[in-house]
């Protein structure tokens, strides 16, 4: 157990909808991290999040929103969905940015019918 | 792409013999981790070697990184059956400290 709660373990949604993850870090971690695998591909980085604050961004689409709460969880938004968001989406967790060595969530399944 | 690359996609060997997976990256690193996968369950840290060093050791795992090169390698050796998983490299990028993965090396070893 890494320490890192995803909920749900599994969405299943319809197209056009919204839909919201949720990641409970490690106890005393700062940084957030939000992941998409698609099937038999690599994670592709979303957002970065360090004590509250948008630390870095990669590839995340203008649908898609995140936050981090002042007691440090994350939730992940994604909006008007379409059939090829449908993916493995995955928090991650470290005490501090800089200092590396993620501790991954076990993922929430999001399919998109 | 923001990914990194690893070398090879799939690999399959007997139980016993080693395992060698690369990673080649573009920009510069402030470090360089490698992660195992599960059958898709999240991933598991498996060692990390700064910019300024070349070798680390972790039971059967060895990592090299040339930074010249821009590359690195992980070692498996020994393998055993229950080494089976994707591997993936992560490239902490110098200056953002984004973490980017590779496309990952799916090893099956074989009883």
């Known amino acids: 157990d890494s320490g890192v709660t995803q909920t749900p373990k599994h969405l299943i949604t319809a197209t056009g909808q919204r839909v919201t993850l949720r990641c409970s870090p490690r106890s005393g971690d700062l940084s957030v991290y939000w992941y998409q695998q698609s099937l038999d591909q690599g994670l592709q980085f979303l957002i970065q999040?360090?004590?509250?604050?948008?630390?870095a961004k990669g590839n995340i689409l203008e649908r898609f929103s995140a936050q981090q709460f002042p007691d440090l969880h994350s939730e992940l938004n994604l909006s008007s969905l379409e059939l090829g968001d449908s993916a493995l989406y995955f928090c991650a967790s470290s005490v501090d940015y800089r200092v590396g060595k993620l501790f991954f969530g076990s993922g929430t399944q999001l399919s998109v019918l | 792409s923001q990914q990194g690359e690893e070398d090879p996609q799939a690999l399959s060997i007997q139980e016993g013999e080693n395992a060698t997976m690369n990673c080649s990256y573009k920009?510069?690193?402030?470090?360089l981790q490698w992660y195992r996968q599960n059958s898709g369950r999240g991933l598991v840290h498996l060692i990390l070697?700064?910019?300024?060093?070349r070798e680390k050791h972790s039971g059967r795992l060895r990592v090299t990184l040339d930074t010249s090169k821009k590359s690195s390698s992980l070692l498996i050796t020994a393998s055993r059956a229950a080494d089976t998983a994707s591997y993936f490299c992560?490239?902490?990028?110098?200056?953002?400290?984004?973490?980017?993965f590779g496309t990952g090396t799916r090893l099956k070893v074989l009883a």
């Open positions: 920009t510069s690193i402030n470090n």
């Open positions: 070697i700064r910019s300024n060093e």
């Open positions: 992560a490239r902490s990028l110098s200056g953002t400290y984004k973490y980017i």
């Open positions: 999040y360090y004590n509250g604050e948008e630390r």
